[in-house]
């Protein structure tokens, strides 16, 4: 599992957590810390390293998200859980953000919390570039199917043309065949008729 635990807080006041259960590491003390050091109101993307985890915070607009996930999970589909966690929960809650009490959003936004961290810790359709990766690819086999479909189809033009040509030989040659039988029985009607003209 690439992301075992999330946090959404304004300043240093947890709205709504969740822990992975099968974590167990003290992400909801060490988040918290991070939270009190995370410097100034700017918005920012950072990622901190502990142990063998890493922790990516993202700060937009006053309300942080963060999120530990294991080092192998690299900071894309981290920060992309980030970006979809910060849009949910404002569409959510809207202006309750600026004065919520601590938890005040945790029974409800904790198990979409779950629900997003089982999503882009096991659904390789979260992955956006690897989404992306394998439509190209998709579209390069079509591509590629296709080539092979007017390969085929042109060395069949090929040989439609070969059988034109030697159709359009014989024509020729039946032709002048047939202009010449043509000539030679003009030439006997001829012959007959000036020998039926001789007393």
Not at 82 to 88: A, K, V
Not at 120 to 130: C, E, G, K, V
Request: aromatic share 10%; with cysteine; net charge positive.
């Amino acid at each position: 599992m690439a992301i075992l635990y999330a946090l959404v807080a304004r300043g240093t006041v947890v709205l709504a957590e969740f822990t992975s259960t099968s974590t167990s590491t003290n992400a909801s003390t060490i988040a918290k810390q991070i939270l009190e050091k995370v410097p100034g109101n700017n918005d920012i993307n950072v990622s901190y390293s502990q142990d063998r985890y890493v922790f990516h915070v993202k700060r937009t607009d006053g309300l942080t998200v963060l999120c530990m996930a294991e080092e192998t999970a690299g900071r894309r589909i981290p920060f992309a859980f980030l970006e979809d966690i910060h849009q949910r929960f404002v569409r959510t809650y809207a202006r309750a953000v600026h004065t919520a009490q601590t938890y005040a959003m945790n029974e409800e936004f904790s198990r979409v919390l779950s629900q997003q961290i089982e999503y882009y810790s096991n659904d390789l359709n979260a992955d956006r570039i690897n989404r992306i990766k394998d439509e190209l690819n998709q579209v390069r086999d079509v591509m590629i199917e296709n080539i092979d479909k007017i390969v085929d189809r042109g060395e069949r033009l090929e040989l439609l043309v070969d059988t034109t040509a030697k159709m359009q030989g014989s024509a020729s040659r039946f032709k002048d065949k047939a202009r010449r039988l043509r000539i030679t029985e003009w030439w006997r009607n001829c012959k007959l008729t000036y020998v039926s003209f001789i007393p």
